[in-house]
């Protein structure tokens, strides 16, 4: 976790910030430029995929440098902040937040009351505050950028509307990662229908923990898709991981790139632009002659999840998946709303043998499991080892055009 | 099933596929109650004005030949549907949109069992499936695109495929 050496490891990021602005890196403000060749801003930071703080399976991290807004001394570097292209948004758990953070400003509504989200994932709902903070990832900086702080405890009473969505991941236990990073395609968690409406179930204002009222929140006060405010590359990232062991392995080494088409590092070279849906984010996948309308590419999602038990479940230790008497190797296509296509090769292991091997084993790139309907076909974490998968932002231009689209 | 219910251009779209369905079938009812309540899985239509918990939006119901489809467009984008057997229980629902609904009312007795399963489940951030003798749920998607369905086989109406509900 972060402790004692995030102090010193802030200390290095702002050396290095400084020496950067010599050269004109480094951008404060909230930049909304986009695409232009930027030099000398170091637009990598590694990705590793480990156990992470609760043993987890398939969870990409990176750690980033929190600051709180226009002080550069009172600052965390938090390690193990996961990876997520299926949301947007920065979210910590309050409980590794060390005291230099205890001053992060609240965001509020016009009347001053805190504004407090119940972020919603596939598996559960996630409770806390909004509030600002300085962000440092590589050489990238943002300004003020509202985040997520959950499990808050001056706001420990969730409303009945938002516990009643599902399981809580209040902690880091349940939540399975000291934070999480946001980067989908979209530029806030909600986007203009927040602004305007208050019955999302996202957004509450909180005159006291306890007494808190749906609410509407302008949209450059939800939290926000970090990488899009920075100064430069903001206008996509690139997950670069290498191929992992089908037998698995106990940590993969990746990349995060930030920007697209911005530095020597990100260009498209020959990766297939796919087009997604700009009001969901998703895309096609045909698989044995079905189209699964409500495709996506998520590196928050810890398997391949498609079909309605294709393969056989598994019984044991990975119950939830499947397990194949035998590795199979499958086909599928990926289809983007222009029409462009890419074809895909994956392939399905017994996931029950995979998981009930080595316990130091976590990265495994042939896990797949059923989603259990006719629409959904998830690629999850799996899809992105031994591949650079692009994610670009909506209304952002790259030189081969303008986004949302994911690429590969 | 499409997710082509969003946030932003919700109602238009909510228009256009009850349009559809008007061509293809009598409805019977179509009416705006906001706050309208509607009965959860396992429960009993009769019960609709009485429950407490809402999930505001326009209510549709179609009848089927061999049941009859409660469908709740809720203003946010996302839709509730639930499948009313003839002797009047609630034996499927469903959900899809932006938002997940509350669960709690949708999912009535059964919330709890599908709470702890996502809690017991040894891989995270993954689709929720439960396939118990008694209670069959899925749920999968992604913020601002979310689906889910469930039915209990036993209340299952004879001749009726729960995993082919529209």
């Known amino acids: 976790m972060s402790g004692m050496t995030g102090v010193a490891r802030a200390a290095l990021a702002g050396a290095a910030c400084t020496a950067l602005l010599v050269l004109g890196g480094c951008g404060g403000g909230n930049g909304a430029g986009g695409g232009g060749t930027s030099a000398a801003v170091e637009n990598t930071q590694a990705v590793v995929v480990d156990a992470g703080p609760v043993n987890v399976i398939n969870f990409p991290f990176v750690t980033v440098t929190v600051c709180v807004p226009g002080n550069v001394t009172a600052c965390q570097s938090i390690d193990h902040i996961q990876v997520d292209t299926g949301s947007s948004g920065l979210r910590l758990l309050s409980s590794v937040l060390s005291p230099a953070l205890s001053s992060l400003p609240k965001v509020s509504d016009a009347a001053g009351n805190p504004i407090v989200e119940c972020m919603q994932f596939v598996d559960g709902f996630s409770w806390g505050p909004v509030k600002r903070a300085d962000l440092s990832i590589g050489g990238e900086k943002a300004s003020s950028v509202p985040v997520q702080v959950i499990g808050d405890p001056a706001y420990s009473a969730i409303p009945s509307t938002c516990a009643n969505t599902g399981p809580p991941e209040n902690n880091v236990a349940q939540f399975g990662a000291n934070g999480l990073i946001g980067l989908s395609v979209f530029l806030q968690d909600c986007g203009a229908y927040c602004a305007g409406h208050s019955d999302a179930g996202l957004y509450y204002a909180c005159p006291t923990s306890g007494t808190c009222i749906p609410a509407t929140v302008a949209v450059g006060d939800q939290v926000a898709n970090p990488a899009a405010m920075f100064a430069t590359d903001n206008n996509g990232v690139i997950i670069a991981l290498p191929f992992a062991p089908a037998s698995g392995a106990a940590t993969v080494a990746g990349t995060l790139i930030f920007g697209v088409g911005t530095q020597a590092n990100n260009g498209l070279g020959g990766a297939t632009m796919l087009g997604v849906d700009p009001t969901t984010g998703n895309l096609q996948t045909v698989w044995n002659g079905h189209v699964y309308s409500g495709s996506y590419v998520d590196s928050g999602s810890s398997a391949i999840y498609f079909g309605i038990n294709d393969l056989p479940p598994c019984t044991g230790a990975a119950v939830g998946l499947y397990c194949p008497t035998s590795t199979q190797t499958l086909t599928a296509s990926i289809r983007g709303m222009a029409g462009s296509s890419s074809t895909v090769t994956f392939a399905v292991a017994n996931a029950d043998q995979l998981l009930s091997g080595d316990p130091r084993l976590v990265a495994f790139p042939d896990l797949a499991g059923p989603a259990s309907d006719a629409a959904t076909f998830d690629w999850g974490l799996p899809f992105f080892y031994g591949r650079r998968v692009y994610t670009v932002f909506e209304g952002m231009a790259t030189p081969a055009g303008p986004g949302p689209y994911v690429a590969f | ?166």
């Open chain 2, 1 to 166: 099933m499409a997710r082509i219910l969003t946030t932003g251009a919700s109602m238009q779209s909510l228009k256009s596929r009850r349009g559809s369905f008007t061509s293809r079938a009598p409805i019977i009812a179509l009416v705006a109650i906001p706050g309208l309540a509607m009965a959860s899985l396992g429960g009993d239509v009769a019960s609709v004005q009485a429950d407490g918990v809402h999930l505001r939006g326009a209510l549709a119901v179609r009848e089927m030949p061999q049941y009859s489809r409660h469908e709740i467009a809720q203003a946010n984008g996302t839709l509730v549907r639930q499948y009313v057997s003839p002797s009047g229980q609630v034996f499927a629902v469903s959900w899809q949109g932006p938002v997940v609904p509350e669960l709690k009312q949708v999912l009535g007795a059964y919330f709890d069992q599908y709470v702890g399963a996502a809690k017991a489940a040894r891989i995270r951030r993954a689709p929720i499936v439960i396939q118990d003798a008694s209670l069959v749920v899925v749920a999968a998607g992604h913020p601002r695109a979310f689906s889910g369905r469930a039915y209990v086989p036993s209340l299952v109406p004879p001749g009726v495929d729960p995993e082919a509900l529209q």
